[in-house]
């Protein structure tokens, strides 16, 4: 039995990728432990250092550059499948991270605005700032890697790039993320609610997976040389 030959190329692609989509998972501590000080009701006029709030603003900025990255790292070999469709990916992964620069730059406008000693008169504007936090988390966040991942999904469903039950979580985890994300918009979930959370589940295990199946295993050879054929 023969073993297909896999260029290097793709070797490249598939590590560059699969690195990158584990690098995405780096923000979870800024949201659970740095964020959770500056989004308090008293942030302003508080004591204490901004380091935490600072740090995790970094970390959802390299979560940003990274989420671009995979879709800009994946297209040469996706556009050979689906050229419109890859094209959409890196397109939403860069508007997805443009929500989330917009999103630091509330949480380090509230930071600014205590090291200033902008008092109790600047409670109402951080209040403001950290809703606005939490709404362009929810767009950036809920609603745009809902459409990553469905795209990303059936393109890896349509080449077997990567296994068909690998690529079809990522097509039902969207729009099981964007039920979640309509349920909080209507006001049926509270967006810290643990149903909220657990619609994001499979979207989580699919971008994990696939960044360590990336890492590890690469593209299917096979599916390598049926997409080098369509060129």
Known sequence: MSVVAIPSSYRRVSLTAGLLYLLTFVSIPSLAVFYKPVKGASYITSAGPDTAAIIGGVLEIIVAL??????????SVLKKQHETAALGLVAARIL????????????????????????????VAGHALAALYERMFLLG?????????????????KSRLVPRGLAMIGIVGGPVLLAGYFAVMFGLLEQHAPLAGLSALLV?????????????????PKAVAALESKV
Do not use: H, N, Y
């Open 66 to 75: 990274a989420g671009i990255g995979t879709a800009v790292v994946l297209f």
């Open 96 to 123: 997805e991270a443009s929500t989330i620069f917009v999103g630091v730059a509330f949480i380090l406008t509230i930071v600014s605005l205590r090291q200033a000693g902008a008092g109790a008169e600047a409670l």
């Open 141 to 157: 966040q809920s609603f745009m890697p809902a459409i990553c991942d469905l795209l990303l999904g059936f393109l890896l469903f």
């Open 204 to 220: 989580a295990l699919f971008e994990f997976s696939l960044g360590i199946w990336l890492v590890v295993k690469g593209f299917d």
